[in-house]
């Protein structure tokens, strides 16, 4: 099926682990986002990449880590989880300046 | 980057036609006035994207008048499924975009 789609849905994971959300799209779409939300606020975001090979961050970049070696696949990356960093992770892809397309999301949540 | 304001709630009833208002005083000339929506647990969706004037497709129009500075989504005939948060947004690139906390937009029957 054509779309965008991130997993895991939920995770849970402790302080200082390091954690891989993934994400998918199968339009070819160029340009692919990560972003954050948290409770009750509009979204923040991480990292972008408007190619393959080529990424850049974003409001708030800091403890996240991406790449992108296929156009059609953008993970996220936290390299040790902080409390802080408890949220609800969204990706997106788009062509540029057109409309973005998101997934469901991922609730992560550090212990 | 342009910031926008927008109310923090809105209620309506089925039925009727629903208008939220956005401002964006410091909107650049190269900028683009988007809409979406998000439900609960789930990404925001596209609604609508202009640049002036008006622009209307199958879900809402969105009014834009001519200094640019702010501009109103109107949902016609809202129901129950309508009730979700809605984020104005300004900017000439996805990556621009700053996303504040929306309007949390509740329809009652």
């Known amino acids: 099926d054509a779309g965008i789609t991130q997993s895991p849905r939920y995770k849970i994971t402790e302080t200082g682990r390091q954690v891989t959300l993934m994400c998918h799209q199968t339009?070819?779409?160029?340009?692919m986002f990560w972003y954050r939300q948290d409770l009750g606020h509009g979204l923040r975001l991480i990292y972008y990449?408007?190619?393959?090979?080529?990424?850049d961050k974003g409001e708030v970049p800091d403890g996240y880590v991406v790449s992108r070696s296929k156009t059609e696949n953008f993970p996220l990356t936290l390299e040790s989880a902080t409390r802080s960093q408890t949220s609800v992770y969204f990706c997106?892809?788009?062509?540029?300046?057109?409309?973005?397309?998101f997934g469901q999301g991922t609730r992560l949540t550090v212990v | 980057l342009a910031k926008t304001t927008q109310p923090i709630s809105m209620d309506s009833y089925e039925g009727q036609e629903v208008n939220i208002t956005c401002s964006h005083n410091n909107i650049a000339t190269n900028d683009y006035i988007t809409w979406y929506q998000q439900f609960p647990s789930q990404g925001p969706r596209f609604i609508i994207q202009?640049?002036?004037?008006?622009v209307t497709n199958e879900v809402a129009s969105l009014f834009i008048p001519a200094d640019r500075k702010s501009s109103t989504l109107s949902l016609p005939r809202v129901s129950l499924s309508d009730t979700a948060v809605y984020y104005c947004l300004v900017g000439d690139s996805n990556y621009q975009l700053i996303w504040g906390a929306g309007t949390k937009l509740i329809i009652k029957p």
């Open positions: 997106a892809s788009s062509e540029r300046d057109s409309e973005a397309f």
């Open positions: 990449s408007a190619a393959a090979d080529i990424t």
């Open positions: 339009w070819s779409h160029s340009y």
């Open positions: 202009g640049y002036k004037t008006k």
